[in-house]
């Protein structure tokens, strides 16, 4: 069965830092660029990070430049979010997905986990 | 920066045709998908590359994307289909993906 599972989440203070991780099992992993979605409570997705599947490529949404890294170990299936100088407005429900094409003007998230919580407040 | 624009409300009655529209600049030359959610659940994909359906999408599921407007047409609507729908483009200008703010889909 193809299956994201996230973990990681938790309660965090504005400018801690937490790492989430993405265990992917079911597919290729190294076949595939990755992506972390957030949806902050009550609002739309918004997307935050892509990695191809080599990690030789990385893209960031402009509200996380500079604080958030993205990297992957496909030895061990496995995507990571480290995310830095955390913010109130981090506070979301963060998503790993599946990218279907790889390519990031036409790529699209066929498989989702189920999501890790994170709230940064005081 | 880009934007993605979806009305945030479409009412639908069973069996009739549900169309959701997203417009962007030029949103026709961009690839276009679209993600159903329903409460507490993670995003499906319903739509990629304007048109394609994932495995296991109903085929009254559709998509197109001409100048500024990509369409989300569900067919034959049913009340399974109640849900949140996010368009999403990628903004080469930017290097981000773009969500919409997401259309809430009643069927009644």
Same mark, same amino acid.
């Given at each position: 069965e193809v299956q994201l599972v996230e973990s990681g989440g938790g309660l965090v203070q504005p400018g801690g830092s937490l790492r989430l991780s993405c265990a992917v099992s079911g597919f290729i992993f190294s076949n595939y660029a990755m992506n972390w979605v957030r949806q902050a409570p009550g609002k739309g997705l918004e997307w935050v990070s892509y990695i191809s599947s080599s990690s030789s490529t990385t893209y960031f949404a402009d509200s996380v430049k500079g604080r958030f890294t993205i990297s992957r170990d496909n030895a061990k299936n496995s995507l990571y979010l480290q995310m830095n100088?955390?913010?109130?407005?981090?506070?979301a429900v963060y998503y790993c997905g599946r990218g279907i094409t790889g390519a990031p003007d036409s790529d699209a998230f066929d498989i989702w986990g189920q999501g890790t919580t994170v709230t940064v407040s005081s | 920066s880009y934007e993605l624009t979806q009305p945030p409300s479409v009412s639908v009655s069973p069996g009739q045709t549900a169309s959701i529209i997203c417009s962007g600049y030029?949103? /026709?030359?961009k690839y276009a998908c679209w993600y159903q959610q329903k409460p507490g659940q993670s995003p499906v994909l319903v739509i990629y590359e304007d048109a394609k359906r994932p495995?296991?999408?109903?085929?009254?599921f559709s998509g197109s994307n001409s100048g500024n407007t990509a369409t989300l047409t569900i067919s /034959?609507?049913?009340?399974?289909?109640e849900a949140d729908y996010y368009c999403q483009a990628w903004d080469s200008s930017t290097a981000n993906v773009v969500f919409g703010g997401g259309t809430k889909l009643t069927v009644l």
């Open positions: 100088s955390l913010r109130d407005e981090d506070t | 030029k949103l /026709g030359e495995s296991g999408i109903p085929e009254r /034959g609507t049913q009340a399974m289909d």
